[in-house]
């Protein structure tokens, strides 16, 4: 039995990493630190059961309470969440692949100031074997390897939101930039081009890590808006407003149904968040429309 609760807290541990309690409205972070002692608490009011021991009037709770009894369920659950990064990265863990966001969501404009391609098109003819290019993503795997003569050097795999390649440090480049290779950093690798093999590496050169710090990474501009006041003359006139704002900040218009919620992300647009655009939709679409972050 004490293996039973073992393996059902991390059960109940992967889907809140994983984003499978999201539905009930509370935090990643807020969940995690809770869960276990909810589950003690249900634990142990079921062995007493199972035993004969009721607690009476606990169960019957005060004259005015018709809720039953809580089981130990109404722990204050805090409302902080974890950083993007970290969330998305337990995220992946579980499920081997993003679902809620994208790390790189948000900063495409820098990916492609400073890429020479996206990733999946240096499989094409465009870039031959051989060619000097630079490519921008997010390590998404990354293994570090001896060389027989004892020097280190590592694989890494770069992936942006259109394909992935594996990027090959040598001990000359590794010793370079070993501690600027780490999973989940975004950076821009230039290396050469080795179309040889059926799947084409990069012999890399150099290693940059952006500074993102102003690139608007976490604080998109959220537009809401009810699916029923949706019309082409409202879109429109939504576009027009968002084109004459141009900046660097991404936008996401959260449609809100009857019986559900979509968010949507508009590739095309990126504003500059300032009061003139913040005054311009709330003219357009009601003093409730905007959300930030």
């Not at 995690?32 to 002692?37: D, T």
Request: negative net charge; proline residues 4%; hydrophobic residues 40%.
């Amino acid at each position: 039995k004490v293996e039973a609760v073992v393996c059902n807290k991390r059960t109940i541990e992967s889907m809140i990493k994983a984003g499978g309690f999201d539905g009930l409205g509370h935090t990643r972070k807020g969940l995690s630190a809770v869960f276990e002692s909810m589950v003690d608490n249900v634990v142990q009011v079921k062995r007493k059961e199972a035993e004969g021991q009721f607690d009476l009037f606990g169960d019957l709770g005060g004259d005015d309470d018709t809720s039953g009894p809580s089981f130990g369920l109404d722990t204050p659950i805090g409302e902080d969440e974890w950083d993007k990064r970290f969330l998305l990265s337990q995220e992946r863990e579980m499920l081997g692949l993003y679902v809620s966001d994208h790390p790189l969501f948000g900063i495409e404009h820098v990916l492609n100031d400073r890429s020479d391609a996206a990733i999946s098109q240096l499989t094409g003819g465009e870039h031959a074997d051989g060619a000097i290019v630079t490519v921008g993503g997010l390590i998404t795997g990354l293994q570090r390897k001896m060389t027989k003569q004892g020097n280190a050097w590592a694989i890494a795999t770069v992936e942006d939101l259109a394909g992935s390649i594996d990027c090959m440090f040598f001990p000359a480049t590794y010793q370079l930039v070993s501690t600027q290779l780490v999973e989940d950093a975004v950076v821009f690798v230039k290396g050469r081009l080795d179309k040889r093999e059926d799947v084409p590496r990069l012999v890399a050169m150099e290693l940059a890590v952006p500074d993102l710090s102003d690139a608007g990474v976490d604080a998109p501009v959220t537009i809401t808006i009810p699916s029923l006041k949706v019309t082409p003359p409202l879109v429109a006139r939504l576009g027009d407003v968002l084109s004459q704002h141009r900046g660097n900040t991404e936008v996401r218009v959260r449609l809100e149904g009857v019986r559900s919620t979509t968010v949507l992300r508009l590739d095309r647009h990126r504003v500059s968040a300032d009061p003139a655009l913040f005054g311009d939709l709330k003219a357009l679409l009601g003093p409730s429309c905007l959300q930030t972050g």
